[in-house]
């Protein structure tokens, strides 16, 4: 049974992602890159695919098993370390220990805690843009981050056998999507937003973060909207800017993509509709008082596609935000006339 992965979203918000601990890539006692980055460059590099591993050694049995009869096996060397880059995202009490200096620590201890402490910030936000919500997890990836699948059996992964047979299992998904990426760089402008478009459609929606750095090609690909994909992949990047925003604490900037996308010409109606209510739902989770506010981005979305399938729910919102600012009005225009009441109530005992 999976240990269910604790929320650690107050860590979340404070973490940025891809940013370099040192020209000296740094290694787990099993060879694995302990840094996104390092791994990234590494499977560029020689051509490799990524395999991300998530675990939390010694915290819970099945990882701590994954680690001892994968990463301990005589053949992980020569059956994954040399045909992958691989990444290990270690959460054990283990990997936390090294951010921490010794006490009066010399400047190369002190070094080395401060970027374990980087990787481990980075290592907060790869949760949440690899939706993990339990450990031990595993990911194959292309060469450049793009996300294939997650890896799975009828079985928990725990054994070498096990992650080979998973590995061999989705080889011709992971061949799709290399030549599907191939596909991007070939042809004329428009081929390649439509090739872009097809590894987009065929990437599960909780990994599309990763194609950022593809589909901002798109506008410029395609500077007329001559595919009719411009509006979408506009969208498309104002999500993934907004997650890395969000995902750092930056509520307003992530509004801001989404208002960003919505005052695009090339943005369909309903696909405007989605960036204001989201715009709407990311202010009120945010913790925002400004109801006005959060009101005024909800009708703006209603009226820009009432007859849409989201538009009963965004009335229904409406309602409910109208009923605060109503009841709040209330109240307020209560408290002043108590006030009055009580003023003219003094002046009259005088």
């Not at 994954?80 to 995202?89: A, P, R, T």
């Not at 220990?97 to 805690?113: F, I, M, V, Y």
């Amino acid at each position: 049974m999976k240990k269910l992965f604790v929320s650690f979203i107050t860590i979340i918000l404070a973490a940025t992602l891809l940013i370099s601990c040192g020209n000296k890539a740094m290694l787990d006692d099993y060879g694995c890159f302990v840094n996104y980055e390092d791994a990234l460059k590494n499977a560029q590099k020689k051509k490799q695919p990524l395999l991300v591993f998530f675990t939390s050694n010694g915290d819970d049995d099945q990882s701590t098993q994954v680690v001892q009869d994968i990463f301990g096996n005589s053949d992980f060397t020569a059956k994954i370390l040399k045909n992958y880059s691989v990444l290990h995202v270690d959460f054990s009490e283990n990997a936390f220990s090294k951010t921490l200096a010794p006490d009066n620590p010399t400047a190369e201890q002190q070094k080395l805690a401060n970027a374990y402490t980087t990787i481990m910030q980075n290592n907060y936000q790869l949760v949440m843009l690899f939706n993990v919500d339990a450990m031990p997890a595993f990911f194959l990836c292309t060469k450049e981050g793009y996300v294939v699948t997650p890896l799975e059996a009828e079985d928990d992964i725990t054994s070498m056998e096990q992650l080979t047979a998973a590995l061999e299992e989705v080889t011709p998904e992971y061949e799709l999507f290399e030549q599907m990426v191939k596909d991007t760089t070939k042809g004329s402008a428009s081929s390649k937003v439509e090739a872009i478009d097809g590894l987009y459609r065929i990437t599960n929606p909780q990994y599309r973060t990763f194609l950022l750095p593809l589909v901002q090609k798109v506008p410029e690909l395609d500077k007329i909207n001559e595919t009719g994909l411009v509006g979408k992949y506009i969208v498309a990047t104002a999500e993934a800017k907004a997650l890395s925003a969000y995902s750092q604490g930056d509520v307003e900037t992530a509004i801001a993509q989404y208002l960003s996308a919505a005052d695009n010409d090339f943005v369909k109606a309903e696909d405007k509709q989605e960036c204001f209510y989201t715009a709407a739902y990311l202010s009120a989770y945010g913790g925002s008082e400004d109801y006005q506010g959060i009101l005024t981005y909800l009708q703006t979305a209603y009226d820009l596609a009432p007859s849409s399938d989201k538009a009963p729910a965004i009335k229904e919102a409406i309602d409910y935000f109208q009923l605060i600012i109503d009841n709040m009005s209330a109240s307020i225009s209560n408290s002043i006339s108590d006030s009055i009441n009580n003023l003219l109530n003094e002046v009259d005992a005088k």
